[in-house]
């Protein structure tokens, strides 16, 4: 069905498929494909079961498909959505309220700071570099920023030696600290909505930077909240590595674990990391990492990233199964006359020296496998 201008009202139910080159509003009850060349909206007393795609698209209604909007989707207070939402960046407005149930197609933000210390309670961030990738990690925008050292602030020498910046720099940097913070929130709105990730970023970058914004009173959340979801790239390169430790060549340590330095496996891979510890150089490192990872085990990707903020896995939990490391070695245990006396653990320390164990009493003399 073609409509010049379609208004769809709450007394209908319809099945078929809509094309306009104006705006449709739908109240009714309808089955089937939207396409406007304008805008689509579906009120709050509209049901459609299937796909919309327009330029603008606005639901305050039911909808189970997936829409596809080339400039703007937004999400009302009433609305309730089961399906992919595709929209570029920033195209995506959500109101207290609204549910949706699906995938974002999202852009991914790999960023990496540069602090003054160690300590996310008493550094702050001196350099803040990221690049905007699609959901194929082809590149869109970059940027890298540097700051002067806030003003009675001491650093760490350590840190400087690290992240090889001078004196003058922290002091001969045209940027203050609060500007900076400005910049960097002005260039995450407009790459939002998105996946942000770094390497080790949940326990520093995301820390650091979420308490400098509150002291430089700015928004704390700007890479965490939604829209927006989080992740960290080291622990999808520890996934990786379980599943298949072929798939990224590792150097090993002198206690016999792993190491997932991001330097040590840029190097590893072939990857030139003399410029590592600069916040691009790092963010560009750890793009090609895993891009090596979704290479190879683009499943494991996939399902790491459904698990980027608290309600896509609290869903992923809610409607799939979840089985204990115990399980599927109950019966290896059982055919040797052991007894499972706990629960197996699987346990990943915190920060860059992690290592596995796996722990189970095998019998009463709790002897320890």
């Excluded at 330095?261 to 891979?269: D, F, V, Y």
């Amino acid at each position: 069905m073609k409509l010049v201008k379609g208004y769809l009202g709450s007394d209908l139910q319809m099945e078929g498929s809509l094309e306009s080159k104006e705006s449709i509003r739908i109240d009714a009850t309808y089955i089937g494909s939207v396409l406007s060349e304008h805008s689509v909206i579906v009120g709050a007393l509209g049901k459609v079961k299937g796909h919309i795609q327009s330029p603008v698209i606005k639901i305050d209604g039911w909808i189970e498909g997936n829409l596809n909007a080339t400039k703007l989707v937004e999400v009302m207070g009433n609305a309730r959505i089961e399906g992919d939402i595709i929209t570029p960046v920033g195209g995506l407005k959500m109101q207290i309220g609204g549910k949706f149930e699906g995938n974002l197609i999202m852009n991914l933000v790999i960023w990496d700071i540069e602090s003054s210390g160690a300590s996310t309670d008493w550094s702050s961030i001196i350099e803040i570099g990221g690049v905007l990738v699609d959901e194929n990690l082809k590149e869109i925008d970059r940027f890298n920023l540097r700051c002067s050292l806030p003003e009675g602030e001491i650093f760490q020498a350590m840190a400087l030696i690290v992240n090889k910046t001078s004196i003058k720099q922290l002091t001969q940097t045209n940027l203050s600290h609060y500007q900076m913070l400005g910049e960097v929130e002005k260039i995450f709105k407009k790459w939002s909505p998105a996946i942000f990730l770094g390497w080790s970023s949940i326990g520093f970058d995301e820390e650091l930077i979420r308490k400098e914004c509150f002291k430089g009173i700015r928004y704390p959340y700007i890479s965490s909240a939604a829209p927006n979801k989080r992740h960290d790239g080291i622990n999808i390169a520890r996934a990786a590595y379980v599943v298949d430790p072929s798939i990224l060549q590792t150097e090993i340590n002198k206690k016999n674990n792993v190491v997932f330095k991001l330097e040590s496996l840029a190097r590893m891979q072939g990857i030139d990391s003399s410029d590592a510890h600069s916040a691009l150089a790092d963010a560009e490192l750890t793009a090609k990492i895993l891009r090596i990872i979704k290479k190879k085990q683009e499943h494991t990707w996939d399902s790491f990233l459904k698990t980027a903020n608290k309600s896509d896995t609290e869903t992923i939990i809610k409607k799939g199964e979840i089985i204990p490391l115990d399980m599927p070695i109950y019966d290896l245990f059982k055919k040797r006359g052991l007894k499972l006396r706990n629960r197996i653990i699987w346990h990943f320390e915190h920060g860059l020296h992690a290592s596995k164990r796996l722990s189970g009493l095998l019998s009463e003399d709790s002897e320890r496998t």
